[in-house]
């Protein structure tokens, strides 16, 4: 027997190879080391597939082909045995491998039989996870292993995993006697919530099973799962997800239960039931597709038998629309699909249709759609489903598409259609002159079920000459003539089926770009460069006549132009540091991006334009636009700020106004949870939008108003029907707001909201709050809404068991 410490072995003489050197690499503190180097080529291989024992499913430990690793051993003593067949290691035995260690009071090695034990306080080690057990025994032939009382945890999860006996079974599967399972974090005392089970197999597929298991909460015994089963892994896994709660003052208790199916690769659906109480039940459905990189697509689908609705009581939201009934069935279908082929040609579509006009304002919100096309479906006035394909080639490209439109507001009969459209344009040079070429030419055919429509095909080629002066100016001239021609099915105020417009477009332009460079001097951002770019832009076109042809889109009304505009546009740009390091708040801690690689960014933008009508000084009246301007800043990564609004000169006063101002926490998140919303910094988000009255503001209160009425105000302005007397109100001011405040480590509070300024009142509120275990293994969100279109107030409750799937987040 001989005492040996700190011996370095290559991994590469585990495979039957030796050292260049003839023997093992690393120190000797014994003379006799050398007498047991086939000894130590075993338990190097115990080592090499020793993570076969705990690694999650599906992951396979290999050596093949890697460079040449180093093996370092620790023990009070070893002892060769059998002539080198067996070798015995005991005392403070410790095993590593880069980043693996092993730790056992014994390890005992069998080079016929590939058996291997380790008893005594075994420790496994690794970046991907630990295991701690009595007793580990194994063979590296068969590659199946068997542990006592085992404790197993899996980092990327943050899942444990405890049981009386753990059995490394052929083929990459696992089966567990006796076992619990948690992904509670808890330093002291019982775990918040745990599942045991008198036997858990885990599959090669990433999946845990459950047999005879019980829900646990604080080692009390809640309820019976005779079987289930669980994602180890952070693949998608089939299984049901958490139920999601509420009550709504409208619609009464609300249910929802949804179930994942991940039934291949590369499909997986998504499949639920939802209950209102007191208002109808549904089912849910969502199919996902990814064929390839080049080819996807999705289907959303939903139905909902109103029965339990007040049948009395129907009528929700604006009644001016055309349709305010709600059907007692009610569907919707959505559906996407891209496609890009090798030969260069791209197909795409996507259907949107609804069963009755009221069902996106009252029912979106139960789809579990992303926040920014729930807020889009919820407040447009049309949905558009559309199916096309386009191609693009050096200098030309071809784009081909059906659109369909469902109308929220109005009757559908008299909503156009393009079915379908096709479009052409591109650009090339004219020999060897400075002159382009560029051309455009659509053809589209309008139908509809009552009023104008028809085929039109739109051409316009343009003959563009740049040209650049001294002292910096550039510019270009071009004219363009544009031919219209129309064949109507149905014609409005013409009994002619077949009219044209011609006209001509002459445009010019002249400009400079001067810029400064100032040195900023700061820690991060050193220098600033501003560059101005004044622009002067004339545009001519001639008046004609377009009575005889159905207003469909803007197309079909060119009016006369004789234009100049003035804009000026500042840019700036901000030089950096080549790399800003983030420093960790905790010691412990080390950042997924803690350097943040940075050089030349954009610091924002800001324009003005303002147009100058020369036809209308020559007639007396008003000669200018609105001055348009636009901002957008972000100087510091964690701010921005944008304007876009419009300014009339005469009186100056705002025609319209979109502003928004967004804040984020700049300090990294350094405490890594499995709950995606605890994981965004503190963030706020502001946001108005204004537009002023108008001679046809009255529409945006009431699209279906009678117009003949409208005709008549002039001679009876006191009627209570009329416009001017029923609103003389701006058409929009609004308010929005969102917050995201950590309040703790494990508290979030979360605010969205929505004012009407020109009404004085709320048209949205929501407000939640969202915790967080101590153990950091569930959350529970609670959130309060109230809306006036429908008027309603909700109340909803989502739970989430943290590592074994969660739905979207619920501070949407």
């Given at each position: 027997m001989e005492n040996c410490t700190n011996t370095s072995v290559s991994s590469e003489s585990t495979f039957g190879g030796s050292h260049p050197s003839g023997r093992a690499s690393g120190s000797n503190s014994c003379g006799r080391w050398t007498h047991v180097p086939r000894a130590i080529r075993v338990l190097c291989l115990f080592l090499i597939f020793l993570p076969l024992v705990w690694s999650a499913p599906g992951q396979t430990a290999t050596t093949g082909g890697e460079p040449e690793k180093i093996i370092d051993m620790t023990a009070d003593s070893v002892t060769a045995m059998d002539a080198g067949k067996?070798?015995?290691?005991?005392?403070?035995?410790?095993?590593?491998?880069?980043?693996?260690?092993?730790?056992?009071?014994?390890?005992?090695?069998?080079?016929?039989?590939?058996?291997?034990?380790?008893k005594g306080r075994v420790s496994l080690e690794d970046p991907r996870g630990t295991l701690k057990a009595d007793a580990i025994r194994m063979n590296l032939e068969q590659e199946t292993a068997e542990v006592e009382n085992g404790d197993l945890f899996f980092s990327e999860r943050q899942l444990s995993v405890t049981g009386r006996r753990f059995q490394k079974l052929p083929g990459q599967a696992y089966h567990v006697d006796d076992a619990f399972f948690t992904t509670c974090l808890c330093e002291s005392g019982a775990p918040s919530w745990k599942i045991?089970?008198?036997?858990?197999?885990?599959?090669?597929?990433?999946?845990?099973?459950?047999?005879?298991?019980?829900?646990?909460?604080?080692?009390?015994?809640?309820?019976?799962?005779?079987?289930?089963?669980f994602p180890l892994r952070t693949e998608r896994q089939t299984?049901?997800?958490?139920?999601?709660?509420?009550?709504?003052?409208?619609?009464?208790?609300?249910?929802?239960?949804?179930?994942?199916?991940?039934f291949s690769k590369s499909s997986d659906a998504t499949l639920g039931i939802d209950l209102q109480t007191r208002a109808r039940i549904g089912l849910l459905g969502e199919l996902r597709n990814v064929w390839s990189r080049q080819t996807h697509g999705?289907?959303?689908?939903?139905?909902?038998?109103?029965?339990?609705?007040?049948?009395?009581?129907?009528?929700?939201?604006?009644?001016?629309?055309?349709?305010?009934?709600?059907?007692?069935?009610?569907?919707?279908?959505?559906a996407?699909?891209?496609?890009?082929?090798?030969?260069?040609?791209?197909?795409?579509?996507?259907?949107?249709?609804?069963?009755?006009?009221?069902?996106?304002?009252?029912?979106?919100?139960?789809?579990?759609?992303?926040r920014v096309t729930e807020f889009s479906l919820s407040s447009s006035r049309y949905s558009r489903s559309r199916f096309g394909l386009f191609r693009s080639w050096d200098s030309a490209h071809l784009k081909g598409e059906w659109d369909f439109y469902q109308d929220f507001i109005q009757e559908d009969e008299r909503t156009l259609h393009r079915t379908p459209q096709l479009s052409?344009?591109?650009?090339?040079?004219?020999?060897?002159?400075?002159?382009?070429?560029?051309w455009r030419g659509d053809a589209v055919n309008y139908i509809r079920r009552d009023g104008g429509d028809g085929l039109r095909m739109d051409l316009r080629p343009e003959v563009m000459f740049p040209f650049r002066l001294p002292a910096h100016l550039f510019g270009s001239w071009s004219a363009a003539p544009r031919g219209t021609f129309y064949h109507l099915y149905q014609t409005e105020n013409s009994s002619k089926h077949n009219v044209s417009r011609e006209l001509i477009e002459l445009r010019g332009?002249?400009?400079?770009?001067?810029?400064?460079?100032?040195?900023?001097?700061?820690?991060?951002?050193?220098?600033?460069?501003?560059?101005?770019?004044?622009?002067?832009?004339?545009?001519?076109?001639?008046?004609?006549?377009?009575?005889?042809?159905?207003?469909?889109?803007?197309?079909?009304?060119?009016?006369?132009?004789?234009?100049?505009?003035?804009?000026?546009?500042?840019?700036?740009?901000?030089?950096?540091?080549?790399?800003?390091?983030?420093?960790?708040?905790?010691?412990?801690?080390?950042?997924?991006?803690?350097?943040v690689s940075r050089d030349v960014e954009d610091l924002g933008q800001a324009r003005v334009a303002l147009s100058y009508d020369i036809d209308r000084e020559r007639k007396g009246g008003d000669s200018l636009s609105d001055l348009d301007m636009n901002l957008r800043f972000h100087p510091l990564t964690y701010w921005t700020v944008g304007l876009d609004a419009g300014l009339n000169p005469g009186p100056w006063h705002l025609t319209q106004a979109a502003a928004t101002l967004a804040l984020s926490d700049p300090r990294p998140i350094t405490h890594r949870v499995l709950d995606s919303d605890f994981m965004q910094p503190n963030s706020l988000n502001l946001g108005y939008r204004f537009i002023r009255k108008g001679p046809n503001a009255f529409l945006s209160e009431d699209a279906n108003i009678d117009l003949s009425v409208v005709a008549d105000c002039a001679k009876h302005p006191l009627d209570p029907r009329c416009p001017g007397t029923a609103f003389n109100k701006n058409v929009l001011g609004e308010l929005g707001g969102r917050i995201l405040v950590h309040v703790?480590?494990?508290?979030?509070?979360?605010?969205?909201?929505?004012?009407?300024?020109?009404?004085?009142?709320?048209?949205?509120?929501?407000?939640a709050v969202k915790i967080l275990s101590p153990c950091e293994c569930w959350t529970v969100t609670f959130s309060l809404s109230r809306n006036i279109n429908p008027s309603k107030t909700s109340f909803n409750f989502d739970l989430n068991l943290l590592g074994l799937g969660s739905q979207r987040s619920a501070l949407r």
């Open positions: 067996k070798v015995e290691a005991k005392g403070h035995v410790e095993l590593r491998r880069e980043g693996t260690i092993l730790r056992a009071d014994e390890v005992r090695v069998d080079r016929e039989t590939q058996d291997v034990e380790a045991g089970a008198s036997q858990v197999d885990l599959t090669p597929e990433g999946s845990g099973v459950v047999r005879g298991g019980t829900f646990y909460i604080k080692d009390i015994p809640v309820f019976y799962l005779p079987y289930g089963f299984g049901f997800l958490f139920p999601k709660l509420g009550s709504s003052s409208r619609e009464g208790f609300r249910y929802q239960q949804p179930f994942f199916w991940a999705q289907v959303n689908l939903s139905y909902f038998n109103e029965s339990l609705r007040d049948r009395d009581n129907v009528r929700i939201g604006d009644p001016t629309i055309a349709d305010p009934e709600i059907p007692k069935d009610r569907w919707n279908v959505f996407t699909h891209r496609h890009a082929a090798s030969s260069g040609w791209t197909t795409y579509s996507d259907v949107s249709a609804f069963s009755d006009d009221l069902f996106t304002r009252e029912l979106v919100d139960r789809l579990d759609l992303p052409v344009w591109g650009r090339r040079p004219l020999g060897e002159t400075p002159l382009e070429l560029r332009n002249l400009g400079t770009s001067l810029g400064r460079v100032f040195h900023w001097g700061g820690a991060e951002l050193k220098k600033i460069r501003h560059i101005v770019e004044p622009e002067l832009s004339y545009l001519f076109i001639p008046g004609v006549q377009q009575r005889d042809i159905p207003l469909m889109d803007g197309v079909d009304r060119v009016n006369r132009r004789n234009v100049l505009t003035f804009a000026l546009n500042h840019r700036f740009w901000g030089k950096y540091t080549g790399q800003t390091p983030v420093p960790p708040v905790e010691k412990d801690v080390e950042l997924l991006d803690s350097v703790t480590n494990h508290l979030l509070l979360f605010l969205n909201s929505s004012y009407n300024v020109r009404d004085s009142r709320s048209t949205s509120n929501r407000v």
